[in-house]
């Protein structure tokens, strides 16, 4: 019996899912997955139609939810903001450059069957939680459609998902699995929260031990911590903040190793961007590189990941991500499972 509870609600960041939930769309998406090998024709979302608006660039993203909608026996369509009128928050209109996001949304709320939209860094000025409140703002004014957050500045769920089903896959569960986020050095100081915010909530809340490494100086924001620390709570998992990568990594059975910003350079807690001055940070912590002898430091049956696209030679050595530790090529696989199921549930059927 296919599981109607999702049914037209957003999927916007993980935490409005319970652990029962995620789970739940985890194991849809391993049946999604072994159909798809097995070329069992599985069209759950027949003549449907995805909207995908892109104010940044894609590979993974766009791919995924495009080869997912045909499969499920539907079509998505790829939406330049720069060539319809962007969708613009109230107060950030320019007369026929912008539309309204309102009217965009209640407009394609008319003529398909789900909205995902991603936007973080410049299209919004750096300004960390305001791509997220237009993702919200989108939700707030599609009545039929369920609104797919394709990564904003504070949450990637579809990254953090295929994570869990790649650390499952491996590993055959969460319990006593330790899962390290660390930051990596990037000659980029242009990377979002999302990816770590979203994986340390997924891996917390299905019960992973998840420990946060960081230089100090690259805290992710308080409530995504305080939210980690609850969730793990309830899973019977563990969340714990390191400052060292080496003592991270010991006995971790998982590393996913990558940038992030500095919340403290960008609005709303600084007056405007500096992304110079998160440069200078992570220019002090080149050593923070995922390397062969950091990963001897791992469980013998440790695994790499990575949302990718990674800053080879920077974040990681080529050694490490080509590696037979490597599990970064199954995790971008995984998106297209996870959002299949994602999108199965949630858009209308
Ligand atoms: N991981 C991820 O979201 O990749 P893209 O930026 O290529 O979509």
């Not at 990564?151 to 869990?164: S, T």
Request: with cysteine.
């Amino acid at each position: 019996m296919f599981d109607t509870s999702f049914k037209g609600r957003d999927f916007i960041t993980i935490l409005d899912y319970t652990q029962e939930e995620v789970i739940k769309i985890l194991d849809f998406a391993d049946e999604l997955k072994a159909k798809f090998k097995a070329g069992i024709p599985h069209k759950y979302l027949e003549d449907q139609t995805l909207f995908m608006i892109f104010y940044n660039q894609s590979l993974r993203t766009r791919n995924s939810f495009e080869a997912g909608m045909t499969q499920l026996g539907g079509h998505a369509h790829f939406l330049d903001p720069s060539k319809i009128y962007t969708p613009a928050l109230e107060g950030d209109e320019v007369a026929y450059s912008t539309e309204r996001v309102s009217d965009v949304a209640r407009v394609l709320d008319r003529m398909g069957h789900g909205l995902s939209i991603r936007i973080y860094g410049d299209p919004v000025g750096w300004q960390n939680g305001k791509a997220n409140r237009i993702v919200r703002e989108f939700a707030r004014w599609t009545e039929r459609i369920p609104v797919i957050n394709m990564e904003c500045d504070l949450y990637h769920p579809c990254q953090g998902m295929a994570d869990i089903m790649t650390v499952r896959e491996h590993f055959g569960g969460f319990k006593g699995v330790k899962f390290v986020m660390s930051w990596a050095y990037s000659p980029s100081a242009h990377k979002p929260l999302s990816v770590p915010h979203s994986a340390v909530i997924a891996a917390a809340t299905v019960g992973c031990d998840v420990v946060l490494a960081h230089p100090e100086g690259l805290e992710l924001n308080d409530d995504v911590l305080e939210a980690t620390r609850k969730r793990a709570e309830e899973s019977g998992g563990s969340f714990e903040v390191v400052n060292d990568m080496e003592a991270a990594f010991e006995g971790a059975h998982v590393v996913y190793p990558k940038a992030w910003t500095s919340k403290y350079n960008i609005p709303p807690i600084a007056d405007a961007p500096d992304l110079d001055a998160t440069q200078a940070l992570f220019d002090a912590n080149k050593h923070w590189i995922c390397d062969a002898a950091k990963m001897k430091l791992a469980a013998p049956e440790v695994k790499y990941m990575h949302c990718l696209p990674c800053d080879r030679g920077y974040e990681v050595t080529d050694e490490v991500i080509d590696g037979p530790q490597s599990a970064a090529f199954d995790e971008a696989e995984n998106r297209l499972h996870a959002q299949k199921a994602v999108m199965a549930l949630t858009m209308d059927r």
